[in-house]
């Protein structure tokens, strides 16, 4: 089975900051990666596939990058609406969620 | 617009049984492969099964495996899990998920229901 490694677990920033969130697969799965964000009492919702394409109306400041194993969730500047949870998915093989990453107001 | 509905969800005892449902609408079932997935509370996503469209493959996470049976029932457009011989751990809120299985996305989960509550307790 692949596991998948999201760091860091817990992240405090501000509004404007530019956010980084690390994925790390157990092994390759190429780029069959994809990104979700999570809202309180809210199902998730899709914000990168491919490890590096934007789901239609996700907003651009969100980018992703990686290949292989290791793989990142970039937001360029932190906007309210951006406090979440957010996490890695593989499907190269079957699917495989990371532990999450929650963005919290700093 | 695509709506998934769950149901089913509720308190048992461990060793209970439960079927799950969702209800599927706004596209076409049948050509959808479906998950479910869950959330135990506080906690992350876990990946639980998988169907294909036709219902006739399915793929289960190991901590399930032998427990748990998915299916489906297209011209009803829904989607079933059974849970026998639940335990504790397996209490959490319980997604259905359509799979958008695209040349160029991969098989990424890109509509989900708003989920039902599980909880094994005695």
């Known amino acids: 089975d692949i596991q998948m490694t999201q760091s860091p677990s817990t992240l405090s920033a501000s509004v404007g900051d530019r956010v980084t969130i690390t994925c790390r697969a157990s092994?390759?799965?190429?780029?069959?990666l994809a990104w979700y964000q999570q809202k309180p009492g809210k199902a998730p919702k899709v914000l990168i596939y491919?490890?590096?394409s934007l789901e239609s109306g996700v907003p651009s400041r969100f980018s992703g990058s990686g290949f292989g194993t290791e793989f990142t969730l970039t937001i360029s500047s932190l906007q309210p609406d951006d406090f979440a949870t957010y996490y890695c998915q593989q499907y190269n093989s079957l699917w495989t969620f990371g532990q999450g990453t929650k963005v919290e107001i700093k | 617009e695509v709506r998934l509905v769950e149901s089913g969800g509720g308190l048992v005892q461990p060793g209970g049984s439960l079927r799950l449902s969702c209800a599927a609408s706004g596209f076409t079932f049948n050509t959808y492969e479906m998950n479910w997935v869950r959330q135990a509370p506080g906690k992350g996503l876990e990946w639980v099964s998988y169907?294909?469209?036709?219902?006739?493959?399915?793929y289960y996470a190991d901590s399930v495996k032998g427990r748990f049976t998915i299916s489906r029932d297209n011209p009803r457009n829904s989607l079933y899990l059974q849970m026998n011989s639940l335990r504790a751990e397996d209490t959490a809120l319980y997604y259905c998920?359509?799979?958008?299985?695209?040349?160029?996305?991969?098989?990424?989960?890109?509509?989900w229901g708003q989920g039902t509550l599980v909880t094994v307790s005695s």
């Open positions: 169907i294909s469209s036709s219902g006739d493959t399915m």
């Open positions: 092994q390759s799965i190429s780029s069959w």
């Open positions: 998920a359509r799979v958008l299985n695209d040349v160029l996305t991969g098989q990424i989960f890109d509509y």
């Open positions: 491919k490890a590096s």
